[in-house]
């Protein structure tokens, strides 16, 4: 009866004792890296004091074991020091234990917790710094609504998305195969926090933007275009800066870089969502905002066109205030995060282990090390077929997302000037209305949804869960497999999705499109993202396991690989173009 009652007892008692921990190990890491603290200066000296070699065995003897550790494994040794605990105790209370080995075997713990923490604090800051790394493409992508009203009127507001795609993607190339060639001795600290900076200012401009009423759409434009690509710099250094330091952390940390890529995406996309949501309910009370929409950038119809350019309403641009100022933030924090983790101890070991000073000036390859170049054509030889598959990984994607994807409306807003008292199909998400032609749908939750302001950034919001979704399938065993055959034909065959998209109530459809449903098309863009994150994380799972690659090749090759998925990323947005003309019947770039 009271046997429940019990073991939330005990299941409280441990996460006190668990918190207790924390704490203790969290004081005393600040005490090592605090800057008033008393051991900081003992502890500096004695971590410059080692040779690199030292510094190396100090790391695999603290850190590495604890590096390794499964999670399972980790919770029996946290079951066991809690039995030693107990038995310590009992032992105490026979006064079988000496004074002196208590306190000994307390502060091992001590440290040992510490220790355990350290790794923790450094898995959450490279998270937050992945995330970093797609921040600006995910910011630049998901605030779409706000560009393609600013660019209302102009030749550009259909095809600006293509622009902007483009744009990143190739700069993205150029710029990483840049810092990759010149990572040789470069001043890694510096590329990360020139890059956050450079992040924040560009956001800086993009907030005050949203201050001004009126701006040419072709000022803005020409000024989207050109932050853009300072955005794909800013990007790459970054990316290559953290990927290189996180490699001397162990797999634990350049997992969290990579599970910190798939949530941000999602993250943008629900900010971006809310926002809109809560803009436009606080604007409730106007007139109709929004009628029948003819392309992907006419959102709101609120606003006016003047003779210097669009003026957005106020619920868009406050949306996007509110957007780009939570993207400013995110940005401030991973600068934060990362000047935490120059203090800490782990930290200086493992940049002492280097043969390198504790701001990170020289790189994991740096000449010091002694180690020959590896063959870099030779490497790529090995793990083409598993480039080739990540290529149409992503060339798919960027081909219709968002040049197309972004141009589907709800089918409800479609319907409301077709026919009086039209009842729609069960996949909309208001299944059936009764008004007249140009009225609109009534305004409830799911109402509010099929708004074009809304169901635009829902559907983002859609592909950023699926894509995060298939990221960490793949950490459950059964769905985890190496089978380059499979891979290649499941890449090949997501050129499906294609002419899936064009079946949708894109803003080019003609009369009633095939798939005239909203849940439909979502399902459709769950199964895409999800196929997109899913697929692309197996392959790169299993480049690096190939038979073939010596151990010292690995990382070799998995840059081989990041380079085809940029490939694949910079062939996407060229291919945007002709799909669009396809599916548009028009110029795409006009």
Known sequence: MFAPLASASRAASRARERTRSSIEAAEQLVDQAGPGAEGLEGALHEIDGLEPSEAEQRLEDEYQPLMSKSAQADQEED??????????????????????????????QLDLSTRKFELGLAYGIFFILGACILLAWNSIIVAGVYFGARLKGSKFQDSYSNFVALTFTTGNLSFLAWANVTQHGADLGRRIWISILVLIGIVS????????????????????????????ASASFLQNAVVALSSKFGPACLQGILSGQGAIGLAVAMIQFVAAYTSFKAEEGEPVMFEAFTSQTRFFEAGKISRRGPVPSVGLRNSAFTFFIAIGAFAFIALLSYLILLRLPLYRLVMRSLGTEDDGERGPN???????????RKIEKKVRKYGIAMFFVFGVTLSVFPSITSTIQSCVRSSMTEATGRTLTLGCIVHSVNRGPGEDVPLGFTGTLTLPALFNPMSFA?????????????QVKVFNFANIKVLMLSSIGRLVFIPLFFMCNTS????????????????????????????STLIMLATVIE????????????????????????????ASFPVRAIACGCNPFL
């Open 79 to 108: 079951e066991g020091q809690r039995e030693r605990g107990r038995g310590y105790r009992r032992d105490r209370s026979e006064g079988e234990r000496s004074d002196d080995v208590k306190v000994k075997d307390d502060h091992l």
């Open 547 to 574: 038979p073939s690659l010596d151990e010292h090749e690995i990382d070799t090759a998995a840059t081989c690989v990041s380079f085809y998925l940029t490939f694949g990323l910079a062939f996407g947005s060229f």
């Open 205 to 232: 401009l993009f907030i005050a933007s949203t201050q001004i009423e009126e701006i040419n759409p072709y000022l803005f434009f020409s000024v989207l275009i050109a932050t853009t690509l300072v955005l794909a």
């Open 366 to 376: 740096d000449a010091a090390s002694g180690s020959k170049a590896p063959n870099l």
């Open 508 to 535: 080019y459809s003609q009369g009633t499109p095939i798939i005239n449903s909203d849940v439909v098309f979502l399902a459709i863009m769950f199964l895409f993202s999800l196929s997109n994150g899913y697929l």
């Open 462 to 474: 859609v592909f950023a869960l699926g894509d995060w979704i298939g990221r960490i399938v793949p």
